[in-house]
């Protein structure tokens, strides 16, 4: 019989923030597309991942965490009516959708959710010290664990690897 891997575990928010953690309503500041002397700011609330290596944060290697939105399903097929169908939904759970990543139903009591899609063609930065306090103040949170965090940075990693030649070797005949 195979052993059964859980998806997500649901940890306090005084633990130390791990790749694969879910914050809740983080505020990201979008700049204006021109910078003068005075400049207004959008903050948006997204619901996001942290993408930020583990060993980093556990090191305050970074100043800036890298966090990526996350949408239910059901949301995301309305900004995109292709992920409606089954071939949408299919190319998703396969990894054919290579600016995005399914991850599973969570049925965490307390933490429910549909599908969930990362986000990866919007990638924001936040400050550590920031949204460590942030995670402290909303409480418990989920964390998504091994394999399935492995499986998401493996996939962001190739979103972000691909390289387009200009030209390439031409088939063999």
Same mark, same amino acid.
């Given at each position: 019989?195979?052993?059964?891997?859980?998806?997500?575990?649901?940890?306090?928010?005084?633990?130390?923030?791990?790749?694969?953690?879910?914050?809740?309503?983080?505020?990201?500041?979008?700049?204006?597309?021109?910078?003068?002397?005075?400049?207004?700011?959008?903050?948006?609330?997204?619901?996001?991942?942290?993408?930020?290596?583990?060993?980093?944060?556990?090191?305050?290697?970074?100043? &800036? =965490?890298?966090?990526?939105?996350?949408?239910?399903?059901?949301? /995301?097929?309305?900004?995109?009516?292709?992920? *409606? +169908? #089954?071939?949408?939904?299919?190319?998703?759970?396969?990894?054919?959708?290579?600016?995005?990543?399914?991850?599973?139903?969570?049925?965490?009591?307390?933490?429910?959710?549909?599908? &969930? =899609?990362?986000?990866?063609?919007?990638?924001?930065?936040?400050? /550590?010290?920031?949204?460590?306090?942030?995670? *402290? +103040? #909303?409480?418990?949170?989920?964390?998504?664990?091994?394999?399935?965090?492995?499986?998401?940075?493996?996939?962001?990693?190739?979103?972000?690897?691909?390289?387009?030649?200009?030209?390439?070797?031409?088939?063999?005949?």
């Amino acid at each position: 019989m195979a052993k059964e891997y859980f998806w997500f575990e649901v940890v306090a928010g005084e633990e130390n923030l791990l790749q694969g953690d879910f914050i809740k309503e983080c505020p990201i500041v979008i700049p204006p597309s021109e910078i003068y002397e005075e400049i207004e700011v959008r903050i948006y609330n997204y619901n996001v991942v942290i993408m930020s290596q583990s060993c980093d944060l556990a090191q305050r290697n970074v100043k &800036l =965490v890298l966090v990526c939105p996350i949408w239910p399903l059901c949301e /995301f097929e309305k900004k995109n009516s292709y992920y *409606k +169908s #089954k071939d949408g939904k299919e190319a998703l759970r396969r990894g054919y959708s290579p600016g995005y990543h399914l991850l599973n139903k969570c049925e965490v009591s307390g933490f429910e959710a549909d599908y &969930l =899609v990362v986000d990866f063609r919007s990638v924001f930065s936040v400050h /550590f010290d920031f949204i460590v306090n942030l995670a *402290k +103040s #909303k409480g418990d949170r989920l964390r998504l664990l091994p394999p399935y965090r492995e499986h998401l940075s493996q996939s962001f990693a190739r979103f972000f690897m691909r390289v387009g030649l200009p030209l390439d070797i031409p088939p063999f005949s």
